[in-house]
């Protein structure tokens, strides 16, 4: 047994060990290549698809990369991804609550390609919410009106916090 630390080796080489004996000699090769270096990862398309939902919808993100040995989507500002894949191209479901930025990290070795795709939840718009009569009698009542858009459900509550009217917007 024994072991020789070769000349720094700049191209692919191929080494030859001879032995010799009583029995003639027997060569057995190894070849050592030169490694190349990794290619830069990139994303060719990140989506989201609606990227406009009402919260509790999904939206799928989908992405195509290149030069890619893995991905992560994360939640931006998170540390933790929500998904991994070593799939270059795929597709991966999401139900935000709010709206929220995803980040997708294409890797190969310590290279890496980032981009981001925002699924939007947008929060409901109160266009007018009046009283007719203003100002009423002591015992008399008022209407109530409203305009909203992007609610499901309306709830209306006096300064008591009593619920006075609970439906569809």
Same mark, same amino acid.
């Given at each position: 047994?024994?072991?020789?630390?070769?000349?720094? !080796?700049?191209?692919?080489?191929?080494?030859?060990?001879?032995?010799?004996?009583?029995?003639?000699?027997?060569?057995?090769?190894?070849?050592?290549?030169?490694?190349?270096?990794?290619?830069?990862?990139? $994303?060719?398309?990140?989506?989201?698809?609606?990227?406009?939902?009402?919260?509790? =919808?999904?939206?799928?993100?989908?992405?195509?990369?290149?030069?890619?040995?893995? $991905?992560?989507?994360?939640?931006?500002?998170?540390?933790?991804?929500?998904?991994?894949?070593?799939?270059?191209?795929?597709?991966?479901?999401?139900?935000?609550?709010?709206?929220?930025?995803?980040?997708?990290?294409?890797?190969?070795?310590?290279?890496?390609?980032?981009?981001?795709?925002?699924? =939007?939840?947008?929060?409901?718009?109160?266009?007018?919410?009046?009283?007719?009569? =203003?100002?009423?009698?002591?015992?008399?009542?008022?209407?109530?009106?409203?305009?909203?858009?992007?609610?499901?459900? !309306?709830?209306?509550?006096?300064?008591?916090?009593?619920?006075?009217?609970?439906?569809?917007?």
């Amino acid at each position: 047994a024994g072991d020789v630390t070769t000349a720094a !080796i700049h191209v692919a080489t191929t080494f030859t060990l001879t032995a010799e004996g009583e029995g003639g000699p027997k060569t057995k090769d190894v070849t050592v290549t030169i490694k190349t270096a990794s290619a830069d990862p990139s $994303i060719t398309s990140f989506s989201a698809t609606p990227s406009r939902v009402k919260r509790g =919808q999904t939206s799928k993100l989908a992405w195509t990369t290149a030069n890619a040995e893995s $991905i992560e989507i994360a939640v931006m500002g998170a540390a933790t991804p929500i998904h991994t894949s070593m799939n270059a191209t795929g597709a991966f479901d999401v139900t935000p609550n709010d709206t929220t930025t995803y980040v997708l990290t294409a890797k190969n070795g310590d290279k890496a390609a980032t981009g981001n795709v925002v699924v =939007q939840v947008p929060a409901p718009i109160v266009n007018t919410f009046t009283a007719t009569p =203003q100002s009423v009698d002591p015992g008399a009542s008022s209407t109530l009106a409203w305009n909203v858009d992007l609610a499901d459900t !309306i709830v209306v509550r006096d300064s008591a916090n009593d619920e006075v009217y609970s439906g569809g917007a």
